[in-house]
């Protein structure tokens, strides 16, 4: 969608796009986003209770894949990388885990929500 406002004086014309709550607008080369409404929580790697999944917080495409299947990851480890709007985006582990299996490739056009990455719990964790 395009969106139309006018900023100090000035007409503005941008792409956007609501995804998963957040309203991303591009302009002049630049990505902005902001939240609409509650924030809510995205499930991204396991917590303290168990095992949990990395999932696309938008539609885009993997451009690299940093770990492998049966490697331990710590919170904060960068696990993938995605495009979505002409944006790079490092999805990262939300807590030290291992890695059980990768659902995407290199290349892939993924959906918002698909399931990318699945952790179990790190043992004694």
């Given at each position: 969608m395009i969106?139309?406002?006018?900023?100090?004086?000035?007409?503005?014309?941008?792409?956007?796009?609501?995804?998963?709550?957040?309203?991303?607008?591009h302009h002049e080369g630049r990505t902005f986003a902001t939240e609409l409404g509650k924030k809510k929580k995205r499930h991204r790697a396991g917590g303290a209770s168990g095992g949990g999944d990395l999932e696309a917080p938008m539609p885009g495409k993997v451009t690299k894949i940093l770990k492998t299947a049966g490697e331990s990851v710590q919170r904060g480890d960068a696990v993938l990388v995605m495009e979505a709007m002409k944006m790079e985006y490092t999805l990262k582990a939300e807590s030290d885990s291992k890695i059980a299996s990768i659902a995407c490739a290199v290349g892939e056009q993924v959906t918002l929500g698909q399931t990318l990455v699945t952790f179990e719990a790190k043992a004694g964790g």
């Amino acid at each position: 969608m395009i969106l139309k406002t006018r900023v100090a004086g000035k007409d503005i014309e941008a792409p956007s796009e609501i995804v998963n709550g957040v309203l991303w607008i591009h302009h002049e080369g630049r990505t902005f986003a902001t939240e609409l409404g509650k924030k809510k929580k995205r499930h991204r790697a396991g917590g303290a209770s168990g095992g949990g999944d990395l999932e696309a917080p938008m539609p885009g495409k993997v451009t690299k894949i940093l770990k492998t299947a049966g490697e331990s990851v710590q919170r904060g480890d960068a696990v993938l990388v995605m495009e979505a709007m002409k944006m790079e985006y490092t999805l990262k582990a939300e807590s030290d885990s291992k890695i059980a299996s990768i659902a995407c490739a290199v290349g892939e056009q993924v959906t918002l929500g698909q399931t990318l990455v699945t952790f179990e719990a790190k043992a004694g964790g």
